[in-house]
């Protein structure tokens, strides 16, 4: 309003229109799966997953023959460094989701932290995710490749570590698993939105880099969703009864060590796809 100067439009300039559809069918597919976490029945459990899934694959499919696409045409394409990135995105955000959300409520209930207490234990994955984050900011050579892989692996330690841990204490050994998970999502995190950018098709550069945000944000609501299905699995949705709260302690953070493990699988075809990448482009060179 104060900086574009009034004649700026053009002639042939269009409204933007708002992806209305997509967007409800993504917050349709968080819904179905943060419905079937409150409704009996395993059946009607698995039918609500069923419908989620198939509904951000449906969004997926609806966006590729977009005008105005949210993502890449090759996102979550294991064919390219800018899918592969973009799963390694949405699973790391969907393992960091539990941490956030039920890791306050076990510290309290299980050792009668304070929540100011307990908020701030939780906080030191955030710390650590920022402190490991510019350490290795400025490595270069073959490192950026090995902290891809490497980074997820350390997550799932980390949520292995809080599983194992949270139960019989003692609080401050939490400190280092918790630190761990923040640690394993920041040496990796910057390189893999680097290889999502710079793989971009050409003329996609911009919606790769703003995909970013919307899978990483979908991951997070995913995530909730899942932990809400298992904490209610593990007996937590009938009420903080001590014994639910054992339970959900143990299994809502160790549901969760298999989703950075595949992202670390993901990271070794992305390293694999930028290095044949780059090997091409040295030949063409020659």
């Known amino acids: 309003?104060?900086?574009?100067?009034?004649?700026?439009?053009?002639?042939?300039?269009?409204?933007?229109?708002?992806?209305?559809?997509?967007?409800?069918?993504?917050?349709?597919?968080?819904?179905?799966?943060?419905?079937?976490?409150?409704?009996?029945?395993?059946?009607?459990k698995s039918a609500f997953i069923v419908a989620a899934i198939g509904t951000f694959v449906l969004t997926l499919r609806i966006d590729r023959g977009a005008t105005r696409a949210l993502l890449p045409s090759d996102a979550f394409s294991l064919r390219s460094a800018t899918g592969a990135g973009l799963w390694m995105v949405w699973l790391l955000s969907i393992a960091y989701s539990p941490l956030a959300i039920y890791a306050p409520l076990f510290l309290q209930r299980l050792h009668a932290l304070s929540p100011l207490t307990a908020g701030y234990m939780v906080a030191g994955a955030s710390l650590a995710w920022t402190a490991a984050a510019l350490s290795v900011a400025s490595l270069t050579d073959s490192w950026p490749a090995r902290l891809i892989v490497a980074g997820p692996v350390s997550m799932s330690a980390g949520l292995l570590g809080v599983a194992v841990v949270m139960v019989p204490g003692p609080v401050v050994a939490l400190l280092l698993p918790i630190s761990l998970i923040g640690i394993g999502i920041g040496v990796c995190w910057a390189f893999i939105l680097q290889h999502v950018m710079t793989g971009a098709k050409h003329g996609e550069e911009n919606i790769?880099?703003?995909?970013?945000?919307?899978?990483?944000?979908?991951?997070?609501?995913?995530?909730?969703?899942?932990?809400?299905?298992?904490?209610?699995?593990?007996?937590?949705?009938?009420?903080?009864?001590?014994s639910s709260v054992l339970h959900a302690a143990f299994w809502v953070p160790v549901a969760f060590v298999a989703a950075p493990l595949a992202a670390s699988?993901?990271?070794?075809?992305?390293?694999?796809?930028?290095?044949?990448?780059?090997?091409?482009?040295?030949?063409?060179?020659v």
Request: contains cysteine.
């Open 208 to 242: 790769a880099a703003a995909s970013v945000a919307t899978v990483q944000q979908t991951g997070i609501a995913f995530g909730a969703a899942i932990a809400g299905l298992i904490a209610n699995a593990s007996g937590l949705g009938d009420g903080q009864h001590p």
């Open 265 to 285: 699988m993901i990271g070794m075809r992305l390293v694999a796809l930028r290095s044949g990448r780059e090997r091409a482009i040295a030949a063409n060179r």
């Open 1 to 44: 309003m104060f900086i574009l100067p009034a004649d700026a439009a053009r002639d042939d300039a269009t409204e933007p229109k708002v992806p209305a559809l997509r967007v409800a069918l993504i917050c349709a597919a968080i819904a179905l799966l943060s419905l079937a976490s409150v409704l009996m029945g395993p059946a009607i």
